[in-house]
């Protein structure tokens, strides 16, 4: 595969991804960072819930202006696990700083007060 296949590519999985997606915003936080999930690609199964979520930084971080990802979420155990994970260098996330993330990170109990602690309440009671 040629580098411009792999390019062209790359960019239809990124803008068809965005296209039909329904993001939500869910939280604004103190420090001005924007927090989404996507609505549409919802998977439950039984108190799992695999859901999409972006974030647009009010301030770049590490060179990073916004960030999706794809999280397990367990509302029993009130649990998170990352899927995948992808930095951007603009707020639109379609230039990916680096490769997607596709190593799922270990589970971890979420922190009360957090983002995905609000998000947890929103969707487990859907």
Same mark, same amino acid.
């Not at 999985?13 to 993001?23: E, K, M, N, P, Y």
């Not at 919802?42 to 695999?50: A, P, T, Y």
């Not at 309440?121 to 487990?124: M, T, V, Y």
């Given at each position: !595969?040629? $580098? !411009?296949?792999?390019? +062209?590519l790359?960019?239809l999985?990124? #803008?068809?991804?965005?296209?039909?997606?329904? &993001?939500i915003? #869910?939280s604004?936080r103190s420090?001005?960072?924007?927090?989404?999930?996507?609505d549409?690609r919802?998977?439950?199964?039984?108190?799992?819930?695999?859901v &999409?979520?972006r974030i647009? $930084?009010? %301030?770049?971080?590490?060179a990073a202006?916004? $960030?999706?990802?794809?999280?397990?979420?367990d509302?029993?155990?009130?649990?998170?696990?990352?899927l995948?994970?992808? #930095? $951007?260098?603009?707020?639109?996330? %379609?230039?990916?700083? !680096?490769? %997607?993330?596709?190593?799922?990170?270990?589970?971890?109990?979420?922190?009360?007060?957090?983002t %995905?602690?609000? +998000?947890i309440?929103? +969707?487990?009671e859907?």
């Open positions: !595969m040629t $580098y !411009m296949t792999k390019i +062209l790359i960019s999985l990124v #803008f068809s991804s965005g296209a039909s997606a329904d &993001w915003e #869910f604004v420090n001005g960072d924007v927090y989404y999930y996507d549409t919802l998977e439950k199964n039984g108190s799992v819930i695999n &999409w979520t647009r $930084y009010k %301030t770049s971080v590490m202006s916004s $960030y999706e990802s794809l999280l397990r979420l509302c029993v155990e009130n649990s998170e696990a990352i995948q994970d992808t #930095f $951007y260098t603009d707020k639109a996330w %379609t230039k990916p700083a !680096m490769a %997607t993330n596709t190593n799922a990170k270990p589970k971890k109990h979420v922190a009360e007060n957090s %995905t602690a609000l +998000l309440s929103i +969707l487990c859907k």
